[in-house]
């Protein structure tokens, strides 16, 4: 069981379409991250959300985190083919006491593919 | 990835075979981790060290062992491969302090046979 459900896995879009990817779970996070990765790379940080209700603006990227910091999503408004490769949320679990030691929890991860 | 160094880039084993990866950092970070990416599956964490001399178990820790002798360098290891463990390997480092972000290498592509 998956403790971070992200969806969609794949979406194939043509170039000037909008889309959302969704990040759900039934656990709160401290903190969420969304990374993007390419080809041979290793993840890199987008955006990091930590107040629940938050939107927060990457040029064509919008990132909101759910008010009960449960859930969170990515909209990209008229994507171009340089927003090809796959995108991952990640949360920091809120616990009570102890620390999480940076410890992320990742979705698995949406396969965007934008054609010209 | 400027940071984090990951050796070697791809490894092919045969099973039973046995093989160590590092992760060598330049940024002085405290926080190092090893995770492996399998498609449809995210990323896993594997072990995580907090700093220099300790190390923890992480979601996935059986049949990997792991090492931080010395601050910069993060060692995975693997004493008996198995065909399971055919994956791509990612270090990644944090810096203290809440909401920090993971800075990752560029990965192991690692094929057991």
């Known amino acids: 069981t998956q403790l971070l459900e992200q969806s969609p896995q794949f979406l194939s879009i043509q170039e000037g379409e909008n889309l959302t990817v969704y990040c759900n779970s039934s656990s709160v996070f401290s903190s969420l991250q969304w990374y993007r990765q390419e080809p041979g790379e290793g993840p890199v940080l987008l955006v990091t959300v930590v107040t629940g209700g938050e939107v927060k603006k990457l040029k064509r990227l919008t990132f909101q985190f759910g008010d009960a910091r449960k859930d969170s999503s990515l909209h990209i408004t008229a994507a171009q083919p340089g927003d090809t490769g796959l995108y991952l949320c990640?949360?920091?679990?809120?616990?009570?006491?102890?620390?999480?030691?940076?410890?992320?929890?990742f979705g698995q991860g949406t396969i965007l593919t934008v054609h010209p | 990835n400027a940071g984090v160094t990951q050796t070697p880039k791809f490894r092919v084993l045969k099973t039973g075979q046995s093989m160590t990866l590092l992760c060598a950092q330049d940024?002085?970070?405290?926080?190092m981790y090893w995770y492996r990416q399998d498609p449809g599956m995210g990323l896993r964490l594997i072990h995580y060290s907090v700093g220099e001399g300790t190390t923890a178990k992480g979601e996935v820790p059986d049949g990997y062992n792991v090492s931080r002798l010395k601050k910069q360098n993060f060692l995975l290891g693997l004493e008996s491969a198995a065909p399971s463990q055919t994956s791509v390997y990612f270090c990644?480092?944090?810096?203290?302090?809440?909401?920090?972000?993971?800075?990752f290498g560029d990965g192991t592509r690692l094929s057991i046979l």
């Open positions: 990640a949360g920091a679990l809120a616990n009570a006491g102890g620390t999480s030691y940076g410890k992320l929890t």
């Open positions: 990644a480092i944090r810096a203290g302090g809440s909401a920090q972000p993971q800075h």
């Open positions: 940024m002085n970070h405290e926080y």
